[in-house]
């Protein structure tokens, strides 16, 4: 198996992740007619371990001291990334609320849909609330608000403050106040983030794998590109090869003057020689994400456009010099700011038009954000997209994006950085 640091320390991926990427000799899957580079890939599955009951049972013991540092009495969960994050259960929902409630003292409970409780009782049994699942069931002419209502009662809730998870509906929320008079209702935050944008051993393992994934189908699509293709081809060349890697991913590609876009274009587009291609996408990995942007030609680049590829590289390599333990999380983003400014493309959002980075973990984009004016103070294990760009409006666009996990010392890179528009991954 390849190790974490040598894999970071390679500049190129074909040497770094030799399992990724065999020889050519073997062949792809039956019926599937791929370029043969896409078709040796080897599937990497059997690197993900999946989160256990027992880590969960874990995070919501930590959600408990948070949700009382906090002054909480208790925080819903209806479905979405939390529910999932602290139970497992993964649950698909419009208009019905399905929510689990964690009091700081006492047991979970479950608020269900009557009809889907057979379904919410074969994924509690698989969460850290198995052994006594306490699930309050309504019928579709009754009031799911007044069950969580009586539910906060029976654990001695009547006043008191309850943290709703941010993604709710506000449907959701605005029928609990009228539901629970007794309570204050109020974002729930400060307990998920606070427990989700400090990623643990496992979980940063599995950001590795899924970004090593997505640079290996990065490099066996760009290894198989050839002048003429559309963007469709090569976007399905991309979901091909991380299938082939064993998980479901892709990216988006845009070409010339729409890679100034920086989420492109929907217009159809064609690969030409000498022209910048930038692909942005990434994969999940039992939950967790990558998002990478490689930018490219295939053929020569111009002058400027490599001047503006260096630009973007050292203010990728800046950032990445000042996220560490203890750093505000704006100061990050301002030092990759100040290379692209200096270097006469500023001021401010000028040519470099978004934010530096943006947490990640099971959400491609969560707490906390390396952006101006946020003042959180960066922790080892946080993670993060280092992602800087330059966007030349009717010309071109160059981002280049790796994640990163913050250190005790430090960051670090989950893959190694670019080193060049004419050979993105280095040597084969």
């Not at 209806?78 to 993964?90: E, M, N, P, V």
């Not at 400090?198 to 599995?206: A, M, Q, T, Y």
């Not at 390599?317 to 200096?342: H, I, M, Q």
Request: proline share 5%; glycine share 10%; hydrophobic share 40%.
């Amino acid at each position: 198996m390849v190790s974490r640091r040598s894999f970071l320390q390679t500049g190129s991926l074909a040497a770094g992740v030799s399992l990724a990427l065999p020889t050519l000799a073997l062949a792809s899957e039956p019926g599937e007619s791929l370029p043969p580079v896409i078709a040796a890939l080897r599937t990497l599955r059997g690197e993900a371990k999946p989160i256990t009951v027992e880590e969960r049972a874990g995070r919501q013991e930590k959600a408990r001291r948070l949700i009382r540092d906090n002054n909480l009495s208790a925080i819903l969960l209806a479905q979405g990334t939390s529910l999932s994050y602290f139970t497992g259960i993964r649950w698909e929902g419009g208009e019905r609320l399905f929510a689990m409630v964690l009091p700081a003292k006492g047991d979970a409970f479950y608020v269900a849909p009557a009809f889907e409780e057979g379904r919410a009782r074969e994924q509690i049994a698989l969460s850290p609330d198995a052994a006594k699942p306490d699930v309050r069931i309504w019928q579709e002419d009754e009031s799911p608000y007044l069950r969580v209502a009586q539910g906060l009662s029976d654990r001695g809730i009547a006043n008191g403050t309850v943290g709703v998870e941010e993604t709710a509906k506000f449907l959701f929320s605005d029928n609990l106040k009228k539901a629970a008079t007794g309570i204050t209702f109020t974002s729930a935050t400060p307990v998920t983030a606070g427990c989700r944008m400090i990623k643990s051993r496992h979980e940063i393992d599995l950001m590795w794998l899924a970004s090593k994934v997505t640079l290996a189908a990065y490099e066996a699509v760009y290894r198989s590109m050839k002048v003429g293709m559309t963007q469709r081809e090569v976007g399905e060349l991309l979901e091909a090869a991380h299938r082939k890697l064993g998980f479901e991913g892709g990216a988006d590609v845009q070409v010339g003057e729409f890679s100034a876009l920086p989420h492109g274009s929907v217009k159809p587009q064609g690969i030409r020689e000498s022209t910048i291609v930038l692909i942005d996408g990434g994969c999940s990995v039992e939950g967790y994400a990558s998002d990478i942007t490689r930018t490219f030609v295939l053929g020569k680049a111009t002058d400027k456009m490599k001047q503006v590829f260096d630009i973007v590289h050292r203010a990728q390599s800046a950032a990445l010099a000042a996220a560490k333990p203890g750093a505000e999380a704006g100061s990050v983003d301002a030092a990759a700011r100040k290379v692209v400014t200096d270097a006469a493309y500023g001021p401010d959002y000028k040519y470099f038009t978004h934010r530096l980075g943006h947490g990640m973990g099971m959400d491609g984009h969560e707490w906390p954000y390396l952006v101006r004016g946020n003042s959180t103070k960066l922790q080892p294990e946080m993670t993060f997209s280092d992602e800087p760009g330059i966007y030349i409006r009717g010309e071109f666009g160059i981002r280049l994006e790796d994640d990163m996990h913050i250190t005790e010392s430090g960051a670090e890179l989950f893959t190694p950085q670019s080193p060049s528009l004419e050979n993105p991954f280095g040597k084969a």
